[in-house]
């Protein structure tokens, strides 16, 4: 805690740092509403500088827009604009200022820190009078620039158009600044000083240590440094008004009539874009749209003099009930006490934040998560015991799956072992589980001399349950199989039924099965709720089978499955495949799909061997996840009739 303490009272970058993040991320969540929309901004925008050309625009028709906004009744005219250099044709320099004679408009002073000037040595400025010293803490610009002295002369006051922070996120501008050793008022306040009429302009000490800037019915409150915070409210392109629409005469009195209008550039190349806390970027001219629009609705936001006192008591109380607390609690009654006082820490953050107070909650949170993991760490080596533990029986886990998974391959035959003598037919099967044990399966044996039964199944779930679930379809499916009578569909019937009668979870299984007759090439199959196999006849391209006309085992009871039929041609294959085929998955998250596997098995010629076909399609699939994790178990299951009758037996 004393080092947190320390470094508390510190305040270094990145404490200052996390601060901000925090008051903007209250920006975002609470933005500030307008209420009375006192300033409207006429843009020389995009459609402007298209229909008048590029900027400068001549002073005479600059003097033209500002009399074209004086008739509409204005109740003043900022100028974000600085017309610092002599006009191109010489006489434009006057008639902006005549223009601008007898008219509330105000023009903008731009503070810069090397000591010179344009125009006189000192800036054009409303008297202050104060009542407190001025605090020393002011910004204090050594020079300045502004308008040429025969425009300048011709405005109705002058404001500070400062509001950069060296490119940074603009949180807080300048209300009051020192400029030429003058005291300078923000263009948005000399807007409301000269609409209203006011000579002067009061700065006065507050009860909580800040100052006020008075004026008016006015009393905005400022940090000692001079400046506010903005509370910004949404950017709305709404507010703008085109400066061609005024030009125009397109622009409805009511628009700007007894409004602050505030004349600014916004077009593509002359847009001096600034960032604000809310992740915007809002032309420059806004930044003054935003701060009138706090003034006269009286919403402001504080820094208090004591936030820093208020911050440390924070601090302490969280940092206690971390060091109290969490030694004597469980795990996860600690966790639930950290998170609850971060939670209130936020709680009130955003509490004070809907008040107009900028309170940093994100210290005390940072020094209580600081707390909280040191006191927390006492607990390792207990922790570090534990997972030595929990390894050692993971590794036994590890064992006792790694020989389930021999048992479940085990249970698999391998066809080219079984069938190789065969000179009627071919087959080749293959299972990937995609964890260590897996739910899908394959199986393949002799009903007769001549016919052969096989299926390719897939069982709901994953992993230890699924491979569980799995021996237990396999070896009831097998048992149908060999009881009469043996056409395909009453075989999925009784296995059906036998199957569910052992699923205490109703779990189901889909599977393509099928008898196949070596001596004539003809297959009766079953499609149930399976992914539909594939077959090539020579110089044929691929052909998929229609989709599964019955749902998968154990799904309804006493399903009577439908039994289809086809005929084989010489040397033509078949390719039954679990949805772990065409479902596997890249690392970016695309599905291998059908088309792909299309694509593979249109490749396989006349001559190809179901082994070549099934390792072929596999190695597809391995080369398009690229080493992703698989998603799924990958089983496949090629059959190929030679067309010879013999036995081969």
Not at 49 to 66: D, F, M, V
Not at 84 to 89: K, S, W
Not at 413 to 437: H, K, N, Q, W, Y
Request: with cysteine.
């Amino acid at each position: 805690m004393l080092v947190l303490a320390v470094l508390f009272a510190l305040d270094p970058f990145p404490v200052r740092a996390l601060r901000n993040v925090l008051f903007d991320g209250y920006q975002r969540a609470l933005p500030r509403l307008p209420r009375s929309h006192p300033a409207v901004v006429v843009a020389i925008d995009e459609a402007a500088l298209a229909a008048r050309g590029q900027w400068p625009w001549p002073r005479a028709l600059t003097g033209q827009l500002l009399q074209r906004i004086e008739e509409l009744g204005p109740a003043a005219i900022g100028v974000d604009v600085l017309f610092a250099d002599f006009a191109a044709d010489g006489s434009g320099d006057a008639a902006l200022a005549r223009a601008m004679t007898g008219g509330k408009v105000v023009l903008g002073v731009a503070g810069i820190p090397e000591r010179q000037a344009t125009g006189p040595a000192r800036p054009n400025a409303p008297p202050f009078l104060w009542t407190v010293p001025p605090p020393h803490a002011l910004q204090d610009f050594r020079g300045h620039l502004q308008s040429l002295p025969i425009i300048d002369e011709a405005a109705a006051g002058h404001g500070l158009l400062n509001s950069d922070s060296g490119g940074r996120v603009i949180r807080r501008v300048p209300l009051v600044a020192r400029v030429s050793d003058t005291y300078v008022p923000a263009l948005g306040v000399e807007l409301l000083r000269v609409a209203h009429g006011v000579p002067e302009l009061r700065v006065a000490s507050r009860e909580d240590g800040l100052l006020a800037l008075r004026f008016a019915n006015f009393s905005i409150p400022m940090q000692r440094d001079g400046s506010i915070w903005l509370h910004f409210s949404p950017h709305e392109a709404g507010r703008h008004i085109s400066a061609e629409a005024v030009l125009e005469g397109r622009v409805d009195r009511e628009r700007l009539q007894g409004k602050v209008v505030l004349v600014g550039l916004t077009g593509l190349g002359l847009l001096d874009q600034k960032p604000t806390p809310r992740g915007e970027s809002v032309p420059g001219v806004e930044l003054h749209q935003q701060l009138l629009e706090q003034i006269v609705d009286g919403s402001y936001l504080v820094r208090p003099v004591h936030a820093r006192s208020v911050e440390a008591a924070l601090l302490l109380v969280a940092g206690a009930l971390m060091i109290i607390f969490v030694p004597i609690l469980r795990a996860w009654a600690s966790a639930v006490l950290f998170v609850s006082v971060v939670i209130a820490l936020a709680a009130i953050g955003l509490g004070f934040f809907h008040l107009g107070s900028l309170i940093d909650i994100a210290s005390p949170a940072v020094g209580a998560t600081l707390v909280y993991g040191t006191v927390l760490a006492a607990t390792l080596s207990e922790a570090d015991r534990q997972r030595r533990a929990l390894r050692d029986a993971a590794e036994r886990m590890e064992g006792e799956l790694q020989a389930a998974r021999r048992i479940q391959m085990g249970l698999l035959p391998m066809p080219v072992e079984l069938f190789g003598r065969d000179e009627r037919f071919a087959i080749s099967a293959l299972l990937e589980p995609a964890r260590t044990v897996g739910g899908d399966f394959y199986d393949c044996f002799m009903l007769d001399a001549d016919r052969l039964f096989f299926v390719v199944a897939d069982v709901s779930g994953k992993g230890l349950p699924a491979s569980l679930f799995m021996a237990l379809s396999k070896t009831l499916l097998k048992s149908a199989a060999l009881r009469p009578p043996t056409d395909i569909g009453s075989i999925l019937g009784r296995a059906s039924a036998e199957i569910g009668r052992e699923n205490p979870e109703a779990l189901f299984v889909s599977l393509f099965a099928g008898i196949f007759d070596a001596r004539t090439g003809k297959l009766e199959y079953c499609n149930a709720g399976h992914q539909p196999p594939y077959s090539k006849r020579p110089n044929d391209r691929v052909q998929r089978f229609e989709l599964a006309d019955g749902p998968p085992l154990c799904v309804l009871a006493d399903h009577s499955y439908r039994t289809r039929y086809r005929s084989f041609a010489p040397n033509e294959w078949l390719c039954v495949l679990t949805d772990g085929v065409t479902e596997a998955m890249s690392s970016p998250g695309e599905m291998f799909g059908t088309k792909r596997l299309e694509a593979v098995l249109d490749t396989m010629t006349p001559d190809s061997t179901p082994e070549q076909i099934v390792t072929e399609v596999r190695d597809a699939v391995a080369r398009f996840v690229d080493g992703a994790d698989p998603s799924d178990d990958l089983t496949l299951l090629c059959l190929k009739w030679h067309g010879h009758p013999l036995s081969g037996r």
